[in-house]
């Protein structure tokens, strides 16, 4: 049996595949227990180097740098979806004078690394005597960063929407911002749900950069925790623990990446027009002649 696109391996195909299946898993788990031989090996699982982490402030100064990290995570995620909706409402006007500027503002804020704009903010600004605080550095980075990032996306969903949900709109009397807001907008940010989720998960990811202009976030935490000599500078024991924080934070929100998408598959429930004499409209030209008030008997007429 065969398809198109697609050939049904026979036997020897399905062995090779088999045997390459089974060579693949054997070299990765012969990779991950040399890692942890070697770590075993230089005495990274001593009691000594992990001995930090038994302590209940130790803990608190964890939890501290989870906080910074989430604090700044939820405004940095709010403001970049209105800087990003402002944006993409921008890029989408009919007037050249707005258009432009919008577009050489995004693409100028995408074309600046994260970190430099942090560093540009909380070194930078110092020099003209501007003073800037480590969280708002941090904060107004990743807003300007990943705002611009999610107004392409969302610009992209309304640009590859099909012309009659836009031309429909404009049928029954609605002004540009009013399909833009009540008919392009929901749809695009529905089929966009999953990317707009996955950018706010780099932007979770992004705030870890923080340590470099001393904002006290989990990642500048776990790199002092790791220098303490007294423990045996813990490095890796702390890289581990902090690096599980970030997997289970970055897998809460790709869970919520999962559940969205799964949810945007279904359609959505239309009723079902009834025939002729049920007081429903049968076609999308009676549908628009009742948005309008016009009787089923003139719909022919529009």
């Known amino acids: 049996m065969s398809s198109v696109l697609y050939d049904v391996p026979g036997p020897r195909a399905r062995l090779r595949n088999r045997v390459l299946g089974v060579v693949t898993v054997l070299v990765v788990l012969a990779l991950i227990a040399l890692t942890i031989w070697r770590l075993y090996a230089t005495g990274q699982f001593s009691a000594q180097k992990w001995s930090i982490f038994s302590y209940t402030r130790i803990w608190m100064?964890?939890?501290?740098?989870?906080?910074?990290?989430?604090?700044?995570?939820?405004?940095?995620?709010?403001?970049?979806?209105?800087?990003?909706?402002?944006?993409?409402?921008?890029?989408?006007?009919?007037?050249?004078?707005?258009?432009?500027?919008?577009?050489?503002?995004?693409?100028?804020?995408?074309?600046?690394?994260?970190?430099?704009?942090?560093?540009?903010?909380?070194?930078?600004?110092?020099?003209?005597?501007?003073?800037?605080?480590?969280?708002?550095?941090?904060?107004?980075?990743?807003?300007?960063?990943?705002?611009?990032?999610?107004?392409?996306?969302?610009?992209?969903?309304?640009?590859?929407?099909?012309?009659?949900?836009?031309?429909?709109?404009?049928?029954?009397?609605?002004r540009k911002n009013g399909v833009l807001r009540l008919v392009l907008l929901p749809q695009a940010v529905r089929a966009m749900m999953p990317v707009i989720i996955s950018q706010l998960v780099v932007a979770l990811k992004d705030t870890a950069l923080g340590f470099i202009i001393t904002y006290p976030e989990l990642?500048?935490?776990?790199?002092?925790?790791?220098?303490?000599?007294?423990?045996?500078?813990?490095?890796?024991?702390?890289?581990?623990?902090?690096?599980?924080?970030?997997?289970?934070?970055?897998?809460?929100?790709s869970y919520i990446a999962y559940r969205v998408e799964k949810s945007t598959r279904r359609s959505p429930k239309v009723?079902?027009?009834?025939?002729?004499?049920?007081?429903?409209?049968?076609?999308?030209?009676?549908?628009?002649?009742?948005?309008?008030?016009?009787?089923?008997?003139d719909a022919t007429s529009l």
Not at 80 to 107: K, N, Q, T
Not at 152 to 174: D, F, H, K, T, W
Not at 243 to 250: A, D, E, R, T
Request: proline fraction near 5%; hydrophobic fraction near 55%.
């Open 219 to 253: 990642l500048y935490v776990i790199k002092l925790l790791g220098n303490q000599i007294t423990y045996g500078s813990p490095l890796v024991p702390a890289a581990i623990v902090g690096g599980s924080i970030y997997v289970v934070l970055c897998l809460i929100l």
């Open 61 to 174: 100064l964890i939890l501290d740098g989870l906080w910074h990290t989430l604090s700044a995570f939820l405004v940095a995620a709010i403001g970049a979806l209105l800087l990003g909706f402002i944006l993409a409402v921008g890029r989408l006007s009919d007037h050249a004078w707005v258009r432009v500027p919008v577009g050489w503002i995004v693409e100028i804020l995408r074309a600046i690394p994260v970190l430099i704009f942090m560093m540009l903010m909380y070194y930078g600004l110092p020099v003209v005597g501007v003073k800037v605080d480590p969280y708002v550095a941090v904060v107004v980075a990743l807003v300007a960063y990943n705002g611009s990032v999610l107004a392409e996306a969302i610009r992209a969903g309304v640009e590859s929407l099909p012309r009659g949900q836009g031309e429909a709109g404009y049928a029954i009397g609605l």
């Open 271 to 297: 009723r079902r027009p009834q025939g002729p004499g049920t007081g429903e409209a049968t076609t999308m030209t009676e549908f628009i002649a009742v948005q309008k008030g016009v009787g089923k008997g």
